[in-house]
Nanobody
Framework: QVQLVESGGGLVQAGGSLRLSCAAS????????MGWFRQAPGKEREFVAA???????FYAVSVEGRFTISRDNAKKMVYLEMNTVKPEDTAVYYC??????????????????WGQGTQVTVSS
């Protein structure tokens, strides 16, 4: 099992930037795929971005070109750089981890470890 703690959320104006961080502890981090998901009020949790253990990245269409996911295996950290944010990016953002699987990186049930979430609010 891996423990995940997100940080960096807050209030930001539309068009601004924010950097989320996720600190991992527990089992070996290097072999895990790491993902960021978000959940807005009244909506289902959705995939945002993921970085596989081989550093290949994936993004939801809604954030591609604006968000960047990265990982630092030595520090056991995952980051989500959010640029040109929009009001529709407002949500609780969750960091998640999973062991390697063939399942698509956006498949929520394939992730077995989750952080507590951090709120991101984008004002218009």
């Amino acid at each position: 099992q891996v423990q995940l703690v997100e940080s960096g959320g807050g209030l930001v104006q539309a068009g601004g930037s924010l950097r989320l961080s996720c600190a991992a502890s527990g089992r070996t981090f290097n072999a895990d795929d790491m993902g960021w998901f978000r959940q807005a009020p009244g909506k289902e949790r959705e995939f945002v971005a993921a970085v596989r253990s081989n550093d290949i990245t994936f993004y939801a269409v809604s954030v591609e070109g604006r968000f960047t996911i990265s990982r630092d295996n030595a520090k056991k950290m995952v980051y989500l750089e959010m640029n040109t944010v929009k009001p529709e990016d407002t949500a609780v953002y969750y960091c998640a981890a999973r062991r390697w699987t063939r399942a698509w990186v956006g498949t929520i049930p394939s992730y077995h470890d989750w952080g507590q979430g951090t709120q991101v609010t984008v004002s218009s």
